[in-house]
């Protein structure tokens, strides 16, 4: 499948309940006040730092592939009152009304995009959307393989209906050379008699600094800041998270 339709259906139904990790709005909400709005979270997803953001008064817009997803982040922020600007589109198909001072990921959603071409456009579509003097943030990280006690593993959760929500990764692919890696993931729905299983492909593209680096500038950006989860300076061979800080060229 596309990987941009990988959040739909049945995946954005159980993304919120398991999920393993809800994103800290600290780091952006001071990347923001740090360098000024407005701001744009790309894959902004189900709302999380987004909603949190505007909460606090900060002028951050949305940008998500998945129309399911904003579904969602359009009911939750409706739910708690906020208002929110989103946008269905892709990440390397940007196309918005307005630049932004502040562009960011909130975690490593840079790395789903399959390939080098499809980074290429949208860190293309960064540079057009980016304001005079404006700065970029993007998370990335290279995965580790999957160990071989988590393969078949299986995560529950409970839907707000009673249903029982499962996903499990069942298989996967590593490709060196392409630095690729395809985890074929199992998502199920449990409801009395009524079971949905679905199976799809969870493809992450990595890179090196320098391979990023490159990147960025055939797209008229300089990364000016490459820094670890402490904000220290990372070593050039750090595949942990890290966050790199773009400006127009």
């Given amino acids: 499948m596309d990987p941009a339709d990988f959040y739909t259906g049945i995946v954005a139904e159980i993304y919120g309940p398991l999920k393993s990790v809800s994103q800290d709005p600290e780091p ?4 923001i006040q740090q360098i000024g709005g407005p701001a744009l ?3 902004c997803g189900d709302g999380d730092p987004l909603l949190e953001l505007r909460r606090r008064g900060l002028e951050v817009d949305g940008v998500d592939s998945s129309s399911d997803m904003l579904e969602r982040l359009r009911r939750r922020a409706d739910e708690q009152g906020i208002r929110v600007t989103v946008f269905h589109q892709r990440m390397e198909a ?5 630049r ?6 909130a975690g490593p959603t840079f790395t ?3 390939d080098d071409t499809t980074a290429l456009a949208a860190l293309r579509g960064i540079r057009a959307h980016l304001a005079e003097g404006g700065t970029a943030l993007v998370p990335l990280f290279t995965p580790a393989p999957t160990s071989a006690d988590q393969i078949g593993r299986v995560r529950t959760a409970a839907a707000p209906d009673g249903a029982e ?5 069942v298989a996967e692919q590593r490709d060196e050379t392409t630095r690729t890696q395809t985890t074929l993931l199992r998502y199920e729905r449990h ?5 949905t299983v679905v199976e799809r492909p969870w493809l992450m593209h990595w890179y090196s600094q320098d391979q990023f680096e490159k990147l960025a500038a055939t797209a008229g950006l300089a990364v000016t800041a490459v820094t670890d989860q402490d904000g220290e ?4 061979n750090d595949t942990d998270l890290l966050h790199f800080r773009l400006q127009a060229m």
């Fill in 28 to 31: 952006y909400a001071a990347f």
């Fill in 41 to 43: 979270e790309l894959g």
């Fill in 94 to 98: 940007l196309n918005l009304p307005r």
């Fill in 100 to 105: 932004y001072r502040t562009v960011f990921l």
């Fill in 112 to 114: 789903l995009l399959p």
């Fill in 165 to 169: 929500l499962r996903v499990s990764a």
């Fill in 191 to 195: 409801h009395g008699s009524d079971s």
């Fill in 233 to 236: 300076p990372a070593p050039a």
